[in-house]
């Protein structure tokens, strides 16, 4: 792998943050086990009995040699077997309650842990979430908190069965042979410092090998939504080289993982061999001697052949510990992401008698070295449709932002019938506001929950009346389940004209005081636009409106029409006083316009020649 390519995916698209591992696992039993203590303190207790029956099994050895095959006691023929058998039974009854109990709570872990994030991201501000693709925001939602739950289970699993049964394995052989114990463990140490090494090589390949997931993930979302593009410029072939050049780079991370988690397990096991080794070499020296009874040999020897699994897994627990904790490091950074755009500590519900939208000397910046709003002064009083237009980047669309608390302004005051709204409760702004795109969102579900989306206890009489109203009702009933037809993915089973109808529908039933359409049309082609714009006609009567445009012929009506250049209103006027200052709105008539004719309202027309060339 070329190094440009692993610098490419070192930065990952949420920083997994600088905490340490003992703040990391702190938090993790703080907010997401403490809930469920109860039952991981019943699940901890199960697998001490689960480990003290596995030593319990290994014990019955010295017994069973003894009093059955030495001195032949035929009334141990029966004890011993039984208790072998009920050793059994208890262990695998504990072992059973206690993998249901951690099921539960690591799968309980993945679901607390995904809606919070989910909560997060949907109370993030539109600009931090503007600066992360979907795709990995998809990939991490569900891989991160996939990793936490494996974590805490082999934690959990690690500390309470593997642990304890390693003790009460090594508590058999102290008390078969002190010393040969002694001699079984020396190997100890040694695996505790291969596996310190491991970890560090294992956190950091789990890091690049997320964020090449969530890259992987980017570049699938965006080649299967731009398939059409992709077809039609024959790039099959790059985007195939794309995909495949971030699919070999997240597997030479994910190796580099195995390779560290695989080692763990043979060294520990050729370790144990050695010590395994050494006990058999000295319990032979002194069964030579006579000083070692084949009981006792055999007890130990069941005992730390048993040993050999609890500890193997404790060597990979490690390991899995870092996937886990690289995980948490991330879902924490979006957990962490505070609002900027939040309440205040007393905002008061918004009453809109009337629906006035008043800018008051408005500034606003994405960032700090390029203003967006330069002294926005601007009033909308009640019923009024106020119009946006001007080139691209102008400041139009930002305008309409701040109204719904998109983005806050920085300066200046933004105000609905005198209240300002940065102090009023965010839900009753956003109810007071119905909003119509230019690529209306509808969602993967039923026409009929698509209109009724702002308001879903909606009956189907007013669903109904909503769609007549926005000349969508005829369409509706022409497909194949009518209202119930499922529009497929952003409504791609509908028309441009006809998902556009829908979300005016939707306007129309959420009945809001204010609405806001942001080049509804301009997608359109002219005869979808034409139906379109007698729905929105309907719409906007009796409404405070704001409209932005680029088609002219949309606006003409508005009762003010406002030139926004570089953050700052230029003109301002009706379509017939615009014209007659000849400035930038005429100029822009001409170019649309190009026939030398400008329509007027009501269909009047009048030619242009007196206008000079701009």
Not at 97 to 104: A, H, P
Not at 248 to 261: L, N, P, Q, S, Y
Not at 392 to 417: C, E, Q
Not at 500 to 514: D, H, S, T, Y
Request: glycine share 8%; with cysteine.
């Amino acid at each position: 792998m070329s190094d440009s390519n692993e610098q490419a995916t070192n930065t990952p698209w949420i920083s997994a943050g600088s905490q340490s591992a003992t703040a990391l696992i702190g938090r993790l039993v703080r907010d997401h086990m403490r809930p469920h203590m109860w039952r991981i303190i019943a699940a901890m207790l199960l697998m001490a009995v689960a480990a003290a029956a596995t030593a319990m099994s290994a014990q019955l050895l010295d017994p069973a040699i003894k009093y059955l095959f030495l001195d032949k006691d035929p009334n141990m023929l029966t004890l011993i077997p039984l208790a072998v058998f009920a050793v059994m039974v208890l262990k695998a009854a504990a072992s059973y309650g206690e993998n249901v109990l951690m099921n539960f709570v690591g799968q309980r872990i993945i679901s607390d842990v995904q809606i919070g994030m989910f909560e997060h991201l949907m109370k993030a501000d539109t600009g931090w979430l503007r600066q992360y693709h979907s795709g990995k925001i998809i990939s991490h939602f569900l891989n991160d908190a996939v990793l936490m739950r494996e974590a805490v289970s082999r934690s959990i699993t690690g500390l309470g069965k593997d642990f304890l049964t390693l003790v009460f394995l090594i508590g058999v052989m102290l008390y078969q042979d002190p010393v040969m114990t002694g001699i079984a463990i020396f190997i100890l140490p040694a695996v505790v410092g291969f596996v310190r090494q491991l970890a560090r090589r294992m956190r950091k390949s789990v890091n690049y090998g997320m964020a090449e997931t969530g890259n992987l993930s980017t570049l699938l979302s965006e080649t299967l939504a731009g398939s059409r593009v992709v077809k039609a410029y024959g790039q099959e072939s790059h985007e195939i080289r794309r995909v495949t050049q971030s699919i070999d780079r997240r597997m030479e991370f994910i190796m580099r993982g195995v390779r560290a988690r695989s080692a763990a397990a043979p060294i520990t096991e050729a370790l144990t061999g050695l010590a395994i080794a050494a006990a058999i070499y000295y319990s032979g020296v002194r069964a030579l001697s006579g000083n070692m009874e084949i009981n006792h040999f055999a007890a130990f020897l069941g005992a730390m052949m048993l040993a050999y699994q609890p500890l193997k897994s404790l060597a990979t627990l490690s390991t899995a510990l870092q996937e886990g904790l690289a995980a948490a490091a991330r879902s924490f950074s979006v957990m962490d992401v505070k609002p900027t755009i939040k309440e205040a500590p007393d905002a008061a519900p918004l009453r809109v008698p009337q629906g006035r939208i008043r800018f008051e000397d408005v500034h606003f910046s994405y960032d700090e070295n390029t203003p967006a709003l330069r002294g926005i002064d601007l009033e909308i009083a009640p019923g009024q449709t106020v119009a946006l237009v001007g080139p691209s980047g102008a400041g139009k669309s930002t305008m309409l932002n701040l109204i719904p608390r998109f983005y806050d302004v920085r300066s200046g005051r933004l105000t609905i019938d005198g209240a300002d709204v940065r102090e009023v409760t965010m839900a009753s702004l956003r109810e007071a506001i119905a909003l119509v795109t230019q690529e209306p969102f509808l969602f993967d579900d039923t026409v009929r929950a698509n209109i009724a989306y702002g308001r879903p206890e909606a009956d189907s009489k007013d669903i109904e009346a909503a769609a007549r109203a926005a000349d969508a009702h005829d369409f509706i009933t022409d497909l194949p389940q009518g209202y119930l037809t499922i529009v497929g993915e952003a409504g791609m089973r509908l028309s441009g004209g006809q998902r556009q109808r829908i979300a005016i529908a939707r306007a129309m039933l959420k009945n809001a005081p204010i609405l806001l359409l942001d080049e509804a049309t301009s997608s359109l082609d002219t005869d979808s636009e034409r139906q379109v714009q007698g729905a929105l006609s309907r719409l906007m009567q009796g409404r405070t409106s704001l409209v932005i445009a680029h088609r002219l012929s949309t606006i003409m009506d508005a009762d003010c029409i406002h030139v926004i250049v570089d953050g700052r209103i230029v003109e301002s006027g009706t379509h017939q006083h615009l014209l007659a200052q000849n400035g930038m709105y005429a100029g822009l008539c001409r170019n649309q316009f190009n026939d030398g004719a400008i329509p007027y309202p009501a269909g009047e027309t009048r030619h242009t020649a007196a206008f000079p060339a701009t």
